[in-house]
């Protein structure tokens, strides 16, 4: 079954600085990854996803995400925090039950923006 | 036009109630899904629907039964509801194998159970 680990629920950085958001997967198939946003009291939103292509991901809003398959990780980067970036991050990947498609998420991070 | 709408976006109910989330999407898909996320945002699937049809059935108890009676529609109906029924609950619905890979969500109800 494929999975994903995210490293820190919380994360706060100063506006303008690096944003780094870590997520490790666990997949006996190559995986399709993606990132999600939650801004507060909203849906999900697709941010970029990982589909065996190339393996930085270029997103919106400026975030990309580089795949490593060395390191089973696909960490979400962003070079310069902005105080709209502030929501929930979810790394998820696409597993299958019965041949139908499955996202399993992680257990998201949060994102503070320090003005 | 919304593309995943749900209705309603705030629900506060009795304990032993019971009670109905609607979920519609406009975009065409023949896939739908109901998430539950907790407290602590975790973000867990509960069922799928592919074109009025169950495909995954997560181990919810069977006091939730959803219902698709179109592939535009999937509602969630909730029977005897616990204090443990309180979350956010978002539907979803994504495009065929192929088609992106992508979901899109409503934009969640809040159920709180008191």
């Known amino acids: 079954a494929q999975s994903v680990t995210q490293l820190g629920s919380h994360v706060s950085v100063s506006e303008g600085a690096l944003v780094l958001l870590r997520c490790n997967y666990s997949?006996?198939?190559?995986?399709?990854l993606f990132w999600y946003v939650q801004y507060p009291n909203q849906g999900l939103q697709l941010l970029l996803k990982?589909?065996?292509?190339?393996?930085l991901v270029k997103g919106i809003n400026g975030f990309e995400a580089e795949f490593k398959k060395s390191e089973t990780s696909f960490h979400l980067t962003k070079p310069s925090a902005h105080m709209s970036d502030a929501a929930e991050y979810f790394c998820?990947?696409?597993?299958?039950?019965?041949?139908?498609?499955?996202?399993?998420f992680g257990t998201g991070t949060k994102l503070q923006v320090i003005p | 036009d919304t593309a995943v709408s749900q209705t309603p976006k705030y629900l506060v109910t009795q304990m032993g109630n019971d009670k109905s989330i609607k979920c519609e999407q406009n975009?065409?898909?023949?896939?739908m899904y109901w998430y539950k996320q907790d407290s602590k945002k975790f973000l867990k699937i509960m069922f799928s629907?592919?074109?009025?049809?169950?495909?995954i059935n997560e181990t919810v108890p069977n006091r939730f039964s959803p219902k698709s009676p179109d592939k535009a529609h999937l509602n969630l109906h909730i029977n005897s509801l616990e204090l443990g029924d309180s979350a956010v609950y978002f539907c979803?619905?994504?495009?065929?194998?192929?088609?992106?890979?992508?979901?899109?969500f409503g934009s969640g109800t809040q159920l709180s159970v008191l």
């Open positions: 975009l065409g898909h023949d896939t």
């Open positions: 997949s006996s198939v190559p995986p399709y």
């Open positions: 979803a619905s994504s495009p065929p194998l192929g088609g992106g890979e992508k979901l899109f």
């Open positions: 998820a990947v696409r597993g299958f039950s019965g041949g139908y498609q499955k996202v399993t």
């Open positions: 990982y589909t065996s292509a190339a393996t």
């Open positions: 629907y592919n074109n009025k049809e169950l495909i």
